[in-house]
């Protein structure tokens, strides 16, 4: 279990991170999620003690930081943005130089060090220099040598930047065994990943939480506003004047159909409520025949440019396109540019 | 420690360099005492070679430590050794010992030659002052490397570190001389001493970014300075050469060239090693609170 409570810190003055508090409960995928420099890789490198907090206390499975650093250290494995490998060596050499600083004991180190390898699919590249790796190969060594010493939590920052579709899919997978036995948190600014992996999310925004919640309920519980559409036989007038009336509907949008005699109907409620069941009755009430109505569900990309602020134009153009299948691997390679576009945008206003 | 240790030791003779560095100071010294000891009968391996050959660490130890710290925390590497459960001291330990196994391996060279000296008829006394040189030698290239790896734990880049310690060791090893020439009066010394307050008063202005205690703290300094040059400026003086002596690393050792031991020396370098390594531990440290 991770303590943290109100954490700031400051890099020669300015906050990267203000006043963060939250608790990472055992046994789930915690993700966090914020645009760049939000402080995701800041958070992670004080909670690994590789950088102190300016103020603020960090307790790691009950030691707290920086007194008792090394008991703390010993309990997790981390992955840094970078994978932080030595190059002239071969991937078996650095896995068992990792295990020993680890402190894993010389009898159990060839053990771990295999079955690491194992978990990630590095067996057949153990006696090669890792040097001569792809970018793949070399994120799959840092994770395996994130889980020498067996932690119990286990943190990776941004684990599948620069992977391809296929090996994206096995990290995820590898991600959500690893969630099984240990505490995993992981960063990144793909939502689709964050939603498909992760138990519990962490919305971060300039240095500040925003938000915290299971994706799905993410999704829910923060629309502020519940928005239903419908589409209805009858004239624009009548179906205009009928939802109008009603008193709990704050905004009408009322637009033709391609077909005649239909229109299609946006309604906002002003309280969050649902309206679907009054929109149906004022509609059936005024004559008009109702074809569908659906109550518009927030993704949590929604969720999140709303809460880090990223532009309301940016939402609008990215949705069509991100919307559909977040869960296929095509749209997690277009996902991190156009966040990034977005979240320069974001950074600059 | 002991893994860093390792690593370290092995990643000097993966490429060339652990050969490369051996190869030159063992080159330079067998030369010597190729030349003087063999050559001319001479027995005094102390004198004729290591401290002949001394200015060769100027080189040797700035392109060994170069590396240490700087190429970690290029690579990110860093990462891994300050997240792993290893203290600070650790890290900086495992690493100072590395280099100076290394750095052993051309001392051990160095022994042979004494025990070739032996069995060419040296007396007892003779090897004896031969091997207290040597200890000598091996402490200050211990002192050097602590140094050189303070500096390289100061940036990231290891041509900045080398040249960076190059100029330090330049410094200290030409420090004799310089000496000489600011003994002339007390004048020099005020002048110098006023320098390093308007240093420090400028560091702490910039730390504290406050101009009115930047200026205090050097008018306090000043003042201070001013009475005592008034008052007593013998002080003033010989301060100033003792601290001027201080940094004469390579003074010591001349104590072990004439066949003499000096236990000031040995406690001079260890002090020196210690000092450096705690600079660097502390610098790894502050860098956790930048």
Known sequence: MIEVSHLTKEYGGRPAVRDLSFVVEDGQIYGLLGPNGAGKSTIMNILTGYLSASSGLVTIAGHPLPEEADQAKACIGYLPEQPPLYLDMTVQEYLTFAAELKGVKRSARKDQVLHAARRTGLEEVLPRLIRNLSKGYRQRVGIAQALLGKPQIIILDEPTVGLDPAQVIEIRKLIQELGRTHTVILSSHILSEVQAVCDQVLILSKGQLVAIGAPEQLSETLSSHSVVHATALGTRDQVLAAVQSLPGVEKVEVTPSFKEDEVNLTARSATGEDIRADISRALTAAGCIVLSLTAETKSLEDVFLELTGAGSDQANTDEPEDAPDEDETQSTQDAPEEKEAGDDAGEEE | MLAIFKREFRGFFHGMMGYLLTAFLA??????????????????????????????????????????????????????????PVSVWGIVLGKFFSMCAVFSLACLLDLVMILVLWALGATATTLAANLAGL??????GCAAIAMGEYISGLTENQIIAAVSSFSVLLLAYLMPSLRSMFNAGSAAALAVFTGIAAAAALIAGLRTRSLTLGCGVFTLLCMGLAALFVIQSTWLTEAFSAVLEALCLFTPFEDFVN??????????????????????????????WN
């Open chain 2, 27 to 84: 080159a330079s010294s067998g030369l010597y005492f190729l030349a003087l000891n063999l050559g001319y009968g001479l027995t005094d391996f102390s004198y004729y070679t290591l401290y002949r050959t001394i200015f060769m660490l100027l080189l040797y130890v700035p392109v060994l430590t170069m590396r240490s710290l700087a190429e970690e925390r290029r690579s990110r590497t860093d990462q891994l050794l300050l997240t792993s």
């Open chain 2, 135 to 140: 200890l000598c030698y091996f402490l200050l």
């Open chain 2, 259 to 288: 066949g003499s031991f000096s236990i000031p020396a040995l406690v001079y370098y260890l002090s020196a090693t210690g000092l450096f390594l705690f600079f660097c531990g502390m610098s790894l440290e502050k860098r956790r």
